[in-house]
C-alpha cells in the first residue's frame, strides 16, 4: 500500500532540500489537475528521494545547459494524478524508477522548445555528456524529459495531435532520428 507524506512530514522534509539547484519542491509537485481536483500530489519518502536524485541529475544540469530559466509544466504525479492526466502506469512522472519533467521554456514559443529539445539531445547524442535521457518528446511550446539512474535509451520522439474519425483528438508519438532532425 502506497503511502504518501502528510503534508506536516512534507513541511519537515523539505528543510533537507537541496539549495543550488535552481528549483523549489512546490514547482516539481505541482500539478494542475491536482489542484482543480482538490487533490495533495505529494509523494511517498522514496519518491521524494528520487525526486532529489532526478533534481541533481537532470533537472539541474539541463537547466545549466539552457542557461536559463525553465518553467515545470508538470514533474511529480501521484497515481491518481497520473492516470487523471492520461499517463501510462509505467510513466517517469510517477517515480518509481527514474523520473520526468514537463519542461517549457520561458518565452513559450514552439520555437524555443524545439531549441531546447535540440540542445538536450545534442549534449547527450553528440558531444555524448550528461545528462543522459530515457525519453525527449518534443511537444508544442514543451519538452517532456524522462530520466533513470541506468539504461537510459536516448530515445527521441514528437508529440503529434491526430484527429480521430468522430473528431476528438489524440496524442502520437512517432520516433525521431536524430541525423535526420540534424538535417532538416
Ligand atoms: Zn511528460
Avoid at 517532456?144 to 537510459?152: E, F, M
Wanted: charged share 30%; aromatic share 12%.
Amino acid at each position: 500500500m502506497r503511502q504518501p507524506m502528510t503534508f506536516q512530514q512534507y513541511l519537515a522534509y523539505r528543510k533537507g532540500w537541496p539549495v543550488d539547484c535552481f528549483f523549489e519542491p512546490e514547482e516539481l509537485l505541482f500539478s494542475e489537475t491536482a489542484l482543480a481536483k482538490g487533490l495533495d500530489n505529494l509523494p511517498t519518502t522514496e519518491e521524494w528521494e528520487r525526486l532529489k536524485v532526478f533534481l541533481k541529475s537532470l533537472l539541474k544540469p539541463v537547466r545549466i545547459l539552457w542557461g536559463a530559466p525553465l518553467l515545470v509544466n508538470s514533474c511529480f504525479r501521484d497515481p491518481e494524478v497520473n492516470e487523471l492526466d492520461g499517463g501510462t502506469d509505467t510513466s517517469d512522472h510517477l517515480f518509481q524508477i527514474g523520473g520526468a519533467a514537463d519542461l517549457r521554456p520561458l518565452s513559450g514559443t514552439d520555437a524555443a522548445a524545439r531549441d531546447l529539445f535540440h540542445r538536450v539531445a545534442e549534449n547527450a547524442l553528440d558531444a555524448k555528456r550528461e545528462p543522459s535521457f530515457d525519453q525527449l518528446i518534443l511537444y508544442p511550446e514543451r519538452v517532456h524529459v524522462g530520466w533513470r539512474p541506468t539504461g537510459n535509451r536516448k530515445e527521441l520522439r514528437r508529440a503529434i495531435k491526430v484527429r480521430k474519425p468522430d473528431g476528438s483528438f489524440e496524442w502520437s508519438w512517432p520516433l525521431v532520428d536524430w541525423e535526420e532532425w540534424k538535417r532538416t
